[in-house]
């Protein structure tokens, strides 16, 4: 019998390949520090608004407040992102951001008092310029990734390292927030926001810039390139089909907008409960992110994509039926280890089957369609729950993305024999 011979060093699958090129382990620390900042910011902000108003209603225009700019300039920005060194418009955004912390910064001291007759005007106004700023640091970001990676063959261990990192500073984000400003206050807090954007901005700030990549076409206008990328997105039945099943997915299939109904009046848990609700799906998606660093998915990826899906819709059906709190928790957490699966390889497709010199502008669509249904899916769930009654509408909900990837799988036939 022949003695197993082990596969060439060059097609051994190492998982820590991308982390170990500097620029791309600078990348995924400043996108850590943007998001950390982010997170905290969020949840400072809803205090500060809800401890100004009392209004709940006010606690969501902030949402509303930041989304509409982000998706009205996204289709823009990616064209931006095309025509406009990456690295140039992430330092700009990043400037902004900065500006928009320190602002807020400001508003807590007492040289800000005046600004309190315009009440929470000019915080709104401040979320509106971070929607604005937002809005163009996804495609550029995105975009600019791939620039950092010496072949197209990383792509998969890069986006697993992006995304494990982005749900960590999710995860931790709120958790430091809220220590930060019960033992700090909320001056504390926003200086830790901005010192977090700094850092970032100064981690980014070693990173080489990189050229445009080179387009065989002709030279564009504004309207005949976006009227390019969403040719190519609605004209690549993968892309288009992918997009539309984790915007479908998030709409009817989420349940985060209902939680403190569930932790206050059918599991009684209470806020700290509550925590660990909300947390759960952030720490299944870490996990799992980490695993498939370890184990890609690249045989039948279609496929298990589509189940991914599917089976994120039955732990939202199980959820919603659930009266145990440690049921409820695992069913959440199982829900963010296939969300984990889903999004991994939806990222892998679009940066494989994306040319260069379009990525800005495709990533600028898949940016409205997963940052409108989180906005709508948050109405949706609300509308459903009132109509319906919470438990109904949270079922109605599990077995609609069911029935979507179900479609979605008869319809899209080259997704489901995809592998990568």
Same mark, same amino acid.
């Given at each position: 019998?022949?003695?197993?011979?082990?596969?060439?060093?060059?097609?051994?699958?190492?998982?820590?390949a991308?982390l170990?090129?500097?620029?791309?382990r600078?990348?995924?620390?400043?996108r850590?520090?943007?998001?950390l900042?982010?997170q905290i910011?969020?949840?400072?902000v809803g205090?500060q608004?809800?401890?100004?108003?009392?209004d709940p209603?006010?606690?969501?225009?902030?949402?509303l407040v930041e989304?509409?700019?982000s998706?009205t300039?996204a289709l823009y920005a990616?064209h931006v992102a095309?025509?406009v060194?990456?690295k140039?418009?992430i330092m700009t955004?990043?400037s902004v951001?900065?500006f928009?912390?320190?602002a807020?910064?400001?508003?807590?001291?007492?040289?800000?008092?005046v600004l309190?007759?315009f009440g929470?005007?000019p915080?709104?106004?401040?979320?509106?310029?971070?929607?604005?700023?937002?809005?163009?640091?996804?495609?550029a970001?995105f975009s600019f990734?791939p620039?950092?990676?010496?072949d197209r063959?990383?792509? !998969?261990?890069? =986006?697993?390292?992006?995304s494990?990192t982005w749900?960590? #500073?999710s995860?931790?984000g +709120? /958790? &430091?927030?809220?220590?930060?400003?019960a033992f700090?206050?909320v001056?504390a807090a926003?200086?830790?926001?901005?010192?977090?954007?700094l850092?970032?901005l100064?981690?980014y700030g070693f990173?080489?810039?990189r050229p445009l990549p080179l387009?065989?076409?002709?030279?564009l206008?504004?309207?005949?390139s976006?009227?390019?990328?969403?040719?190519f997105?609605?004209?690549?039945q993968i892309i288009l089909?992918?997009?539309?099943l984790?915007?479908?997915?998030?709409?009817?299939?989420?349940?985060?907008?209902?939680?403190?109904?569930f !932790?206050?009046? =059918?599991?009684?848990i209470?806020?700290?409960?509550l925590? #660990?609700l909300r947390?759960a +799906? /952030? &720490?299944g998606?870490?996990?799992?992110?980490?695993?498939m660093?370890y184990r890609p998915?690249t045989?039948?990826?279609?496929?298990?994509m589509?189940?991914?899906?599917?089976?994120?819709g039955?732990?939202?059906?199980?959820?919603g039926?659930?009266?145990l709190?440690w049921l409820s928790?695992?069913?959440?957490?199982?829900s963010?280890?296939?969300?984990?699966v889903?999004?991994i390889?939806r990222?892998?497709?679009?940066?494989?089957?994306?040319?260069?010199h379009m990525?800005?502008?495709v990533s600028?669509v898949?940016?409205?369609?997963?940052g409108s249904?989180?906005?709508?899916?948050s109405?949706?769930?609300g509308?459903a729950?009132?109509l319906?009654?919470?438990?109904?509408s949270v079922?109605?909900?599990?077995?609609?993305t069911?029935l979507?990837v179900?479609?979605t799988?008869?319809k899209?036939d080259k997704?489901r024999?995809?592998?990568l």
């Open positions: 019998m022949a003695t197993p011979v082990n596969p060439p060093e060059e097609e051994r699958h190492d998982p820590y991308v170990r090129i500097p620029e791309f600078l990348y995924i620390s400043a850590f520090c943007i998001t900042a982010m910011q969020a949840v400072v205090w608004i809800y401890d100004l108003t009392k209603l006010a606690l969501g225009l902030i949402g989304a509409i700019p998706i300039v990616g095309d025509i060194p990456r140039r418009i955004v990043l951001l900065l928009c912390s320190l807020l910064l400001f508003y807590t001291l007492d040289v800000g008092q309190h007759q929470t005007t915080i709104y106004s401040v979320i509106f310029l971070s929607g604005l700023a937002r809005g163009f640091m996804g495609p970001t990734m620039q950092l990676l010496p063959k990383f792509y !998969a261990n890069a =986006i697993t390292w992006s494990s749900q960590a #500073a995860v931790a +709120p /958790a &430091i927030g809220g220590l930060v400003y700090g206050g001056t926003f200086s830790v926001d901005a010192a977090l954007v850092l970032a100064v981690l990173i080489a810039g387009s065989d076409g002709p030279k206008n504004i309207k005949e976006l009227q390019t990328g969403l040719k997105v609605f004209g690549n089909s992918a997009l539309a984790d915007m479908f997915a998030v709409l009817f299939g989420g349940a985060v907008a209902l939680l403190p109904i !932790a206050s009046d =059918i599991l009684k209470g806020p700290q409960g925590g #660990a947390s +799906p /952030a &720490i998606s870490v996990t799992m992110a980490v695993f660093a998915i045989f039948n990826a279609g496929k298990k589509l189940w991914a899906v599917a089976g994120f039955a732990c939202i059906i199980g959820f039926l659930s009266q709190f928790f695992a069913l959440l957490l199982m963010g280890v296939l969300d984990s889903s999004v390889i990222s892998t497709l679009i940066h494989t089957l994306t040319p260069e990525k800005g502008r600028s898949n940016n409205i369609f997963v249904s989180n906005e709508i899916g109405f949706e769930s509308l729950a009132k319906l009654g919470v438990v109904p079922v109605f909900g599990g077995s609609m069911i979507i179900a479609f799988a008869w899209a997704l024999k995809l592998s």
